[in-house]
C-alpha cells in the first residue's frame, strides 16, 4: 500500500493514472449532495480516461445486496481501476468490489468462511472523505447480511494499492457526520488500546490517534479550521492502522444492533457504551481478565489510557467522554435515540452480546454485566 497524505494531495490520483496506464475508472461514492464537489475534483484529475462509470448507491450499512449490485454494475464493463471515495461504506464497498471482481463465489460463502479470498482483486485506490472509519488503513470490510455485521477479511489481498489522505476533502462536513465519525476513530483508538492482541506498534497509533482527538475534535465539530480538520484526518488514519492489528472490542460489538435495529448512526452507537466500559475494564480481576498478559498488565495500561484522556481516575475518565459527546451535539442515553422499551433492550443484549465478539475486550463481559451497563445509559 503506497499512501499520499496532506492538503491537496487529491493532485496524486492523476500520477497513479499515469504511472500505471489506467484508463477504465469505476468509481464509487456515496450520493449525498456534499459529495458532489469532490466527484468534480475526481472527474477533472481523471478526464482522460477511455471508459468512466460513477456508483453511487451506497447505503449506511454495507450489505450483500449492495455488494453484488456494484459488483454486477462493474462486471459489465471491463475496468482496470477502482476508485472509492467517501466514509467507511463507500470504502467497504470499493474494497468487497475489488476483492470479487477476481475470486469469484457467492459473496456469503466467503463472508461465512466456506470460501477464501486467494487473489489480489482490481487495483484500488482507496480515498476518505470523513475522519473517522478508518477503512482505508485496513484489511476487512465490513458487509452486513440481513441486521447482521460480518467481515471479509483479508490482510494480503484487501488492502488497497493506494490511499489518498486529503484533509481539504473534509472540509465540507456537517457538524453532525463530523461528530459521529469522530467518535468511531475515539472508540476505534481507545478500544484498540485496552486490545488483548495490542502490541507495541498498535499501542504506538492508538496513543498518537487519542491525543489528537481529544484535541481537535470539539474545534473539528464547532470551529473547523485547516488545522483541525488535518489532525482529525491523521487520527482517524492512525485508529484505523491500530484496529488492523488488534480490531475491536465490546463496545464495536454492541454498537452493530444498535444500529442495524433501530438505524442510529455508527459513532453515535458505539459513543453510547465507551463511557461505561472504561470503568468496567478499569476493575478486571484475576477471576475475569482475558489478557494473557495478567491483571496487573491491564490494570496498568487502563492507568495510561486514562492518562491520554486526561484525567486522573477512571470515573473522572468516563465523565470526560461523556462530557465530549454532549459537547459534539450527540447522546449519551438510549432513550434519547428511540430505545425506551425492556424489548428493544433485550434486542440488543440478543443481538449484542456474542462472545466470539467480545473476546478481544481485556476483561470478561457477561450478558448480566452487558444488561447492567445498557440500563445505565438507558
Given at each position: ?65 449492495g ?9 459489465k ?18 474494497k ?34 470523513t ?43 456537517p ?12 472508540s ?52 484505523g ?7 475491536t ?14 438505524n ?115
Open positions: 500500500m503506497k499512501e499520499f497524505i496532506g492538503n491537496g494531495s487529491i493532485k496524486n490520483l492523476q500520477k497513479i493514472l499515469s504511472d500505471n496506464n489506467y484508463k477504465n475508472i469505476f468509481l464509487i461514492t456515496g450520493k449525498s449532495p456534499l459529495t458532489k464537489e469532490n466527484v468534480n475534483k475526481i472527474q477533472k484529475l481523471i478526464k482522460n480516461s477511455s471508459q468512466f462509470f460513477h456508483y453511487n448507491d451506497i447505503a449506511p450499512s454495507p450489505s450483500v445486496e455488494v453484488k449490485k456494484a459488483l454486477d454494475l462493474f462486471n464493463g471491463i475496468f482496470d481501476l477502482i476508485v472509492a471515495m467517501g466514509g467507511g461504506s463507500a470504502l467497504d464497498i470499493g468487497s468490489v475489488s476483492v470479487f471482481s477476481i475470486n469469484k463465489g457467492t459473496i456469503k460463502d466467503f463472508l461465512l468462511k466456506k470460501k477464501k479470498i486467494e487473489k489480489k482483486g482490481t487495483p484500488l485506490v482507496l480515498i476518505p472523505t475522519a473517522g472509519t478508518g477503512s482505508e488503513a485496513t484489511h476487512f470490510a465490513v458487509i452486513f447480511i440481513k441486521k447482521t455485521k460480518y467481515s471479509l477479511a483479508s490482510d494480503k489481498y484487501i488492502p488497497a494499492d493506494y490511499v489518498i489522505i486529503d484533509p481539504e476533502l473534509s472540509y465540507s462536513l457538524k453532525r457526520v463530523t461528530a459521529y465519525t469522530g467518535m468511531d476513530a475515539l476505534q483508538a481507545i478500544e484498540s488500546y485496552w486490545n488483548i492482541y495490542s502490541t507495541i506498534e498498535s499501542k504506538r497509533y492508538a496513543r498518537k490517534a487519542i491525543k489528537l482527538i481529544m484535541n481537535n475534535l470539539l474545534n473539528a465539530v464547532h470551529n473547523p479550521d485547516k488545522e483541525s480538520r488535518y489532525n482529525m484526518a491523521i487520527a482517524a488514519n492512525f485508529a492502522k491500530a484496529i488492523n492489528i488488534t480490531k472490542t465490546a463496545c464495536h460489538a454492541i454498537s452493530y444492533p444498535i444500529t442495524s435495529y433501530f442510529v448512526p455508527h459513532g453515535q452507537a458505539v459513543a453510547l457504551t465507551l463511557p461505561s466500559m472504561i470503568v468496567f475494564n478499569s476493575e478486571v480481576n484475576n477471576s475475569d481478565v482475558l489478557d494473557l498478559r495478567g491483571c496487573d498488565y491491564v490494570k496498568e495500561t487502563m492507568k495510561e489510557l486514562i492518562t491520554l484522556i486526561g484525567a486522573s481516575t477512571f470515573n473522572e475518565a468516563k465523565e470526560k467522554i461523556t462530557e465530549i459527546i454532549k459537547n459534539i451535539g450527540l447522546e449519551s442515553k438510549l432513550s434519547k435515540l428511540g430505545i425506551k422499551t425492556q424489548e428493544e433492550i433485550e434486542i440488543l443484549i440478543r443481538n449484542g452480546f456474542n462472545p466470539e465478539r467480545v473476546k478481544n475486550n481485556p476483561r470478561l463481559l457477561t450478558e448480566t454485566q452487558l444488561r447492567k451497563i445498557l440500563e445505565e445509559i438507558r
